[in-house]
């Protein structure tokens, strides 16, 4: 085949992934794509897997990704006239303990909202789905009847040929050597038979994505793990037996377990002895193709003998064969898909060790990314940017072995891993820790979860927990008194030049402020959908300040910098790591800040929404009169050297006024109080601004704004996020309820709980339209029960925000 020379996509990577990215953009009307395969198609690891497609997964979106997968995969050889062995068996998913039987509640939840079938099963008809299953142990399951397996090969080779046959390109045998950027800002994409100029490149690299993203100066946080399955010789039971049984999930063997034609497979993910692959000759060799380890049935035994213990008519008959592949993972097990950080027009569509089960919606969702600026699902939690430098080999290696071990345990609500942490800690990280402070993370940064007074450890779960009191006990000290937080993780970015203040004004929704003021500000797409929230703050006439969550860090950076003109003078210095951060806040919060200052922090000369460069107990600080919890106070932004002397300062002179520190889980019930929505569960690039009910931040007399007119142009709106309060008995909604009217499911929630100062039960909703007006009511389905909930005219707390500025 002759070479083309340009194409507006470039694939590297002819696996699953790259194979339905493909597809699908040429299904979306880009056929000006070439896929490029350094071998044959799905000789990665694509070709050795077990072919399993499972509907419940770990989180909502990724279960969208899933759910679209199972959709597609049974029409694929309609679609393409390529057989894929689809077998429509079902899964059956076993729950050991009360805990896992919570979680599939609360996957049931969302299966309304996102539409596959699953119902929660007792033992009587787990024994009529897989009469051969011992349930010893078991307590019910989930049965999800959308869920199947097909050939891997098949399902590859099926949507490649629909690409093809669309007008798609695809190029086997030809191995990508180098990509190199060009002045245009497309990209040369040189192979071993010449080279491609690409306007886009993604890499679908599977388990060389690292080398890949290597080429461009890039990195992909992946590290190949080792996995086996066994295939069993024929099963007499099967023999006589039509049908097929469901595929079986299950903790205390830590395996999957199904039927193979006649035969019984295995899949076990071990908790012990794990092997990276390729480890003893380092990288893997680019002439890996279709390649298998040595087995290793000692290192799986224990797992493989459970399994048997659950399935004993595959004990009978011995092992027919068994693989042991490669499987790149990702420190936090989802998939790498959206845009490489730091760089123009280079995607990441690799990281997934569910290929197959997500290979069809990853390439869906990304297409709808790359062609039209957004997907219809919130990509957040997929968004490469997600990792930053802090992930290192190091890093990669120990949270991926932890995720491979735990693919089958089941994590409960805030439970968090010490796997490769601590990673990034402000200064103050061991003087809190010997305050009892409990830290999660995020973007790599140790953050305050809550303090732990009396040695108490969180029982995690989704009912209120046994430090449901101390989260109201630290919201009572800011509201009462004085609480100080240490959140330094905030990204921060330093915007200067004489062109800054028309930057901003056009990429940002809302006005800027004067000199001294500060604003929220929203950056949207040119469609109008929601990228970012920043904190803005007009230092001088040039000078701003922007704030934005810590895991957007590298989002917003790219956004701003991708957002700049040619010649614009303009300014973008990422601080984050330069300042750090205590917010200051409650009744009592101007009297501790006063006894440290000369600074006149009366309300008149220092107003709320105001900002000002002062002097705190010696030190230079950044004072912010803004409040993300309702209460009166300051953000004081320091140098991050002077962090430790200027706590202790707020420390000794705040004991005087009952001063408590207080962490991450307090402020998000009183931000719920409060109505302020957070930027990746409510505010996502799902919604616009009027979707988001945000309308007072959009500036439509302002002069053009990116995502203006989009805005203004929206039809009809489809749904809206509203403020309910839920009639919630001892569990609150925390976000992936679905809401009901009748048997219609008409939303669901993005983030929920419990706000100690308003003593109700709170949530955010996106509802129907139908539903948004104030005093609607309908019901949410928590943990399997029905809560009345009834949407809010205003803020739960404080709508006028007297306290803020008192
Ligand atoms: C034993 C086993 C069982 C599994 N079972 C399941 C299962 O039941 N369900 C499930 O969902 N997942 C399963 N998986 C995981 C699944 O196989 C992977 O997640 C999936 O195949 C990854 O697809 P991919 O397209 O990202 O990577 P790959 O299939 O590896 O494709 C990447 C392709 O890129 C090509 N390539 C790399 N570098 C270059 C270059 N420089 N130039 C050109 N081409 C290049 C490679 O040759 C390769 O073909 C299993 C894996 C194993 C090992």
Redesign the pocket.
């Known amino acids: 085949m002759e070479m083309k020379t340009h194409a507006r996509v470039v694939i ?8 339905s990215l493909l597809y699908h953009l040429a299904l979306d009307g880009c056929t000006d794509c070439v896929l ?18 499972p509907s419940i997964t770990g989180s909502y979106n990724l279960a969208k990704i899933h759910a679209y997968s199972n959709q597609l995969y049974p029409q694929l050889e309609a679609l393409t006239g390529q057989a894929v062995s689809w077998h429509a068996c079902g899964g059956l998913r076993l729950a050991n303990d009360a805990h896992e039987l919570a979680w599939l509640r609360f996957v049931h939840g969302y299966s309304k909202s996102i539409g596959f079938r699953m119902e929660i099963v007792g033992l009587e008809e787990i024994k009529r789905l897989n009469p051969f299953l011992t349930t010893e142990g078991v307590i019910a399951a989930a049965w999800t009847q959308d869920d199947g ?1 097909g050939d ?1 090969s098949g399902l ?1 080779q099926a949507l490649a040929k629909g690409a093809r046959d669309l007008g798609a390109t695809v190029m086997r045998h ?4 180098d990509i190199r950027p060009r002045p245009s800002g497309e990209w040369e994409v040189v ?1 071993g038979s010449g080279s491609i100029v690409a306007g886009m490149v993604v890499n ?6 690292r ?2 993203a290597q080429m461009v100066g890039s990195d992909a946080p992946i590290t190949n793990m ?4 066994v295939v069993t010789h024929p099963v007499p039971a099967f023999l006589e037996r039509s049908g097929e049984i469901p595929v079986i999930r299950d903790s205390y063997s830590s395996s ?1 377990i199904r039927q193979e034609q006649k035969s019984g497979l295995m ?1 076990v993910y071990e908790n012990t002895g794990l092997q990276e692959a390729w480890t003893p000759r380092g990288h893997p060799e ?1 002439e890996a ?1 279709n390649e298998l380890f040595a087995d290793d049935l000692d290192r799986i035994a224990p797992w493989l003998e459970r399994a048997i213990l659950r399935m004993p008519i595959f004990g009978d008959v011995g092992i027919r064969r068994v ?6 993972h990702t420190p936090d097990g989802a998939p790498l898909l959206g845009p490489a950080a730091g760089l123009r027009n280079f995607w990441m ?11 069809g919606g990853c390439g869906k969702y990304l297409a709808q990314w790359m062609l039209h600026g957004d997907a219809e699902i919130n990509m957040t939690e997929f968004d490469p940017r997600r990792f930053g430098a802090f992930a290192d080999s190091r890093y990669v290696r120990d949270k991926v072995f932890q995720d491979y071990r735990q693919t089958y345990v089941t994590r409960r609500p805030g439970e968090e891993e010490p796997a490769g942490r601590p990673r990034k800690v402000s200064p103050l990280y061991r003087r809190l820790e010997t305050q009892g402070c409990v830290y999660g993370e995020t973007f790599g940064w140790e953050r305050p979860k809550w303090f732990s007074l009396d040695g108490r450890t969180e029982q995690y779960g989704y009912a209120r927990s046994n430090i449901f009191d101390v989260v109201g006990a630290e919201v009572a000290a800011v509201h009462e008194r004085v609480g100080i937080l240490d959140l330094t993780g905030f990204a921060k970015y330093d915007i200067s030049g004489p062109g800054a203040l028309a930057f901003l004004d056009r990429v940002c929704a809302n006005r800027m402020p004067r000199v001294g003021g500060i604003v929220l500000a929203h950056l949207l797409s040119p469609g109008g959908r929601i990228q970012g929230e920043m904190t803005v703050t007009r230092l001088g006439e040039d000078k701003f300040y922007a704030l934005s969550a810590a895991a957007a860090e590298l989002r917003d950076r790219d956004w701003l910098l991708h957002s700049l003109q040619p010649g614009e003078a303009v300014r973008i210095e990422n601080v984050t790591e330069e300042r750090g951060v205590l917010v200051l806040s409650g009744p009592r919060s101007r009297d501790v800040l006063r006894s440290l200052t000369d600074a006149d922090l009366g309300n008149e000369s220092f107003r709320w929404l105001r900002a000002r460069e002062i002097e705190v107990a010696g030190q230079p600080v950044r004072a912010l009169r803004v409040s993300y919890i309702g209460e009166l106070g300051w953000e004081l932004h320091a140098p991050m050297q002077s962090l430790p002397s200027l706590y202790d300062a707020l420390w000794d002179v705040g004991r005087d006024y009952g001063i408590a520190n207080y962490g991450l889980y307090a402020v998000n019930t009183m931000r719920i109080e409060k109505c302020y929505k957070a930027w990746s569960s409510e505010l996502t690039n799902e919604l616009n601004m009027l979707e988001a009910d945000l309308p007072r931040f959009i500036q439509f007399d302002k002069e053009d704004f990116v995502g203006k007119a989009a805005t203004r142009a929206q039809r009809p709106r489809p749904f809206q996020i509203v403020h309910v309060e839920v009639a919630a008995t001892d569990t609150d909604a925390r976000g992936g309820e679905p809401v009901l009217s009748q048997d219609r499911c008409i939303g669901l929630i993005t983030s929920g709980g419990y706000g100690h100062r308003v003593k109700k039960s709170l949530a955010f909703a996106s509802v129907d339209t139908e539903f948004a007006a104030p005093g609607s009511r309908f019901e949410v389905l928590i943990q399997g029960e029905r809560r009345p909930a009834t949407v809010l005219g205003a803020a739960a707390f404080d709508p006028d925000n007297l306290r803020m500025r008192v």
């Open positions: 590297v990577g002819g696996g699953m992934m790259g194979a490029i395969e350094k071998n044959e198609l799905t000789s990665g690891s694509t070709w050795h897997a077990a072919g399993q497609c397996h891997p590859c030809t191995r990508v050597i192979t679908a690299a599977g388990c060389y994505a080398q890949v080792q996995h086996h399955y999957y899949g680019w193709s693989i042991n592949g490669a499987i790149p569509c690799c990281g997934t060790s569910f290929g197959i089960a997500q290979g």
